[in-house]
């Protein structure tokens, strides 16, 4: 019986070193298939756009970026004169400032939700017709309450952009590659408040103040005939589907629940979310509340008329 221990225990010995051999081969052979995996992977494009078309792909953006900016200021220099032509006080016409801020801040919670669901360009598409729709409600309007509704409407349209455009850069270039095209994107909401005054004022000086949202219908249109016919879907969920790229940065698909733009919100419970709040609230406030005023003075004060004014408006901010 000694012996036959003896015997078991030797051949439990002499069988341990393969055994230990045998994980040490599959372990060998799964950390080969994660390199040759990783491998394949960082062979694959991070998005299957040319070089050409991810920079058309930057300008579009940054073009339909121009858009939320522009209109929000080249409404400024026909205040009064908006004022006198609806027969309202001072302080009601500015009621279609702050429902154009306030649909600013509102839909693109709504806009960027949707996006990251049905994918970019339907909701650029959906949301450009939105704003030419308001644009031309705002040239048709005979009443301050109807001029109030067009510019929520407005404001709907033109925010999408905003909010889902840095997302556009994204889809298209890796970290490491986003810095410049982010630079160009920005470039047309920084462009907005600069252009806007100048050319609203001129234009409504010379043509209405009608005129005004008829041209931002007009542009609203355009956009919307690019972002149909020439703007490619970026999103990585739905292009991945489509083409082979690097499974990085694919967010999956979520159902209405998760999926809802109040949850965003839940962020204002922290304390550095609620000074960054309070910091930009009052930024902002302070530049809306100069813009709807400070036409009225250049103008009573200095005689100024509508495109001189705001030339003087944006001399002051600069």
């Known amino acids: 019986m000694a012996d036959t221990s003896e015997s078991v225990h030797t051949s439990e010995l002499s069988l341990s070193p393969t055994h230990h051999s045998t994980a040490a081969s599959q372990k060998s052979n799964i950390t080969k298939e994660a390199t040759n995996a990783s491998s394949v992977e960082s062979e694959l494009p991070y998005a299957p756009f040319s070089a050409k078309t991810k920079a058309m792909i930057v300008a579009i953006t940054a073009l339909a970026g121009l858009v939320s900016p ?3 200021n080249m409404y400024y ?7 006198e032509d609806l027969h309202t006080t001072q302080s009601a016409v500015t009621w279609t400032v702050t429902a154009y801020v306030l649909g600013s801040a509102i839909f693109p919670l709504i806009w960027s939700n949707l996006a ?3 994918g970019r360009k339907p909701i650029y598409i959906i949301s450009m017709l939105v704003f030419t729709c308001g644009s031309i409600g705002c040239a048709l ?3 301050l309450v109807a001029l109030i509704i067009s510019r929520i409407i407005q404001a709907a349209g033109s925010s999408s952009v905003q909010s889902a455009g840095a997302g556009t850069i994204a889809d298209i270039y890796a970290r490491e590659q986003r810095g410049t095209a982010l630079g160009i994107y920005t470039l047309g909401p920084l462009l907005g408040p600069c252009l806007g005054p100048l050319i609203g004022g001129y234009v409504g000086q010379n043509a209405g103040w009608r005129w005004v949202f008829w041209v931002l219908a007009i542009l609203g249109g355009v956009m919307t005939l690019v972002v149909s016919f020439v703007l490619p879907e970026t999103h990585r969920r739905i292009v991945s589907q489509k083409h082979e790229i690097q499974q990085i940065s694919i967010p999956p698909k979520l159902n209405i629940k998760e999926n809802n733009p109040l949850l965003d919100l839940a962020t204002a419970r922290y304390p550095v979310v609620v000074l960054a709040l309070l910091y930009f609230s009052m930024m902002f406030g302070t530049n809306y509340a100069n813009a709807t005023g400070q036409s009225l003075a250049y103008e009573n004060t200095y005689g100024l008329v509508q495109g001189t004014s ?3 408006r944006r001399g002051d901010i600069h």
Not at 77 to 83: F, G, K, L, M, Y
């Open 70 to 72: 522009l209109s929000a």
């Open 77 to 83: 220099p026909s205040i009064q004169v908006v004022r």
């Open 116 to 118: 990251d669901r049905y």
């Open 141 to 143: 309007s005979k009443s």
């Open 310 to 312: 705001e030339s003087g």
